[in-house]
């Protein structure tokens, strides 16, 4: 069974930085070759952030490029998100997403089956 469950959201100054991570359970990790971040602001769609596939290769939205790392450790089965640098428009609910494989419109939320329940970033300035 997929699990996924996202946790390390929080309110943090502009300029600031926090780490998301999202747990996975060990079938997760080895039938979801492809897992992402997407995030939703209120009254906004929700966007991808970036991805991260079986061989490590990485795909990034260019508003985070530099500022965020998504990384995985699939010995423990989690899925991390590095965030530096944070401004008020990161504010959010941040969910990760897993898919068999990685699509090729990486950024669309509707290519992905499933999904945690999301933690909130907030930015102040």
């Avoid at 769609?45 to 260019?62: L, M």
């Avoid at 010995?75 to 504010?91: G, N, R, S, V």
Wanted: charged fraction near 20%; aromatic fraction near 12%.
């Amino acid at each position: 069974q997929v699990q996924l469950a996202e946790s390390g959201g929080g309110s943090v100054q502009a300029g600031g930085s926090l780490t998301l991570s999202c747990t996975g359970s060990e079938y997760t990790y080895y039938s979801r070759y492809c897992m992402g971040w997407f995030r939703q602001a209120p009254g906004k769609e929700r966007e991808g952030i970036a991805t991260i596939d079986r061989d490590g290769s990485t795909n990034y939205d260019d508003s985070v490029k530099g500022r965020f790392t998504i990384s995985k450790d699939n010995a423990k089965y989690i899925l991390y998100l590095d965030m530096t640098d944070l401004k008020p428009e990161d504010t959010g609910m941040y969910y990760c997403a897993a898919e068999i494989e990685c699509p090729s419109h990486w950024l669309d939320y509707h290519a992905y089956a499933d999904w945690g329940q999301g933690t909130q970033v907030t930015v102040t300035s």
